[in-house]
């Protein structure tokens, strides 16, 4: 097997579909990373702590998550787990970047 994972349709082994998953964890992290970066950034540009939480925020990017898993045919609610979850924990990291900045 090459360095470069296979796409999930030309799997054949089950090494072949962990090395494919292990590497997309990977790439998700690194993600997240960046999306973590953007917190710091709302952190920074938020005048005042009240504007961290934003429920509407909130319910708009799960939603958007939601419509996206269900126009990849993939399950909806794991995605709404999943994106309840990360916002949950981005509003925390959120709030803990707000004050370290502000003391």
């Known amino acids: 097997m090459t360095d470069c994972p296979l796409n ?4 054949t082994t089950m090494p072949e579909v962990r090395a494919g998953v292990d590497a997309l964890d990977v790439e998700l992290v690194a993600l997240l990373a ?5 917190m710091r950034a709302a952190a920074r540009i938020k005048p005042t702590r009240d504007a ?6 909130k319910a708009s990017v799960i939603a958007a998550a939601v419509a996206e898993a269900e126009a990849h045919g993939i399950p909806a609610d794991v995605i709404g787990d999943i994106w309840e979850r990360l916002v949950e924990g981005s509003i925390a990291y959120e709030f ?3 004050d370290r900045i502000r003391d």
């Open 34 to 38: 960046k999306r973590f970066g953007y």
């Open 52 to 57: 961290v939480r934003d429920e509407s925020r």
């Open 8 to 11: 999930p349709e030309d799997c």
């Open 96 to 98: 803990g970047e707000w």
